[in-house]
């Protein structure tokens, strides 16, 4: 079982950034695919960024290009997410999930996911 609590989410005002943290514990953390994704109020859950078992690999959806930065230390357990410009339209719940190991599936949908954290509130004010 794998147990992820995600920190870093706050008020901010649009052009500022923030920095996501998560915490994973549990067997094989540095087997897993691990991803962040977002939730507005009123919308679906979307998929923001993933990244590969040894960090070389990194994955994003166009909307967060070039302002999103995935990063993940398996020496402490811990996954990031850089953002930088945030919008208004980024405010939403934070979440990170992780993979079963070895899973050899896809990385965009919340059904690739077996493990997900309560989520941290990012607000960006205009």
């Known amino acids: 079982q794998v147990q992820l609590v995600e920190s870093g989410g706050g008020l901010v005002q649009a052009g500022g950034s923030l920095r996501l943290s998560c915490a994973a514990s549990g067997p094989l953390f540095s087997h897993r695919i691990l991803g962040w994704f977002r939730q507005a109020p009123g919308k679906e859950r979307e998929f923001g960024a993933a990244i590969s078992w040894s960090g070389g690999s990194t994955y994003y959806a166009d909307s967060v290009k070039g302002r999103f930065t995935i990063s993940r230390d398996n020496a402490k357990n811990t996954v990031y997410l850089q953002i930088n410009s945030l919008k208004p339209e980024d405010t939403a719940t934070y979440y990170c999930?992780?993979?079963?190991?070895?899973?050899?599936?896809?990385?965009?949908?919340?059904?690739?996911?077996?493990?997900w954290g309560q989520g941290t509130q990012v607000t960006v004010s205009s």
């Open positions: 999930a992780a993979q079963n190991p070895y899973y050899e599936g896809t990385y965009y949908y919340t059904s690739d996911y077996d493990f």
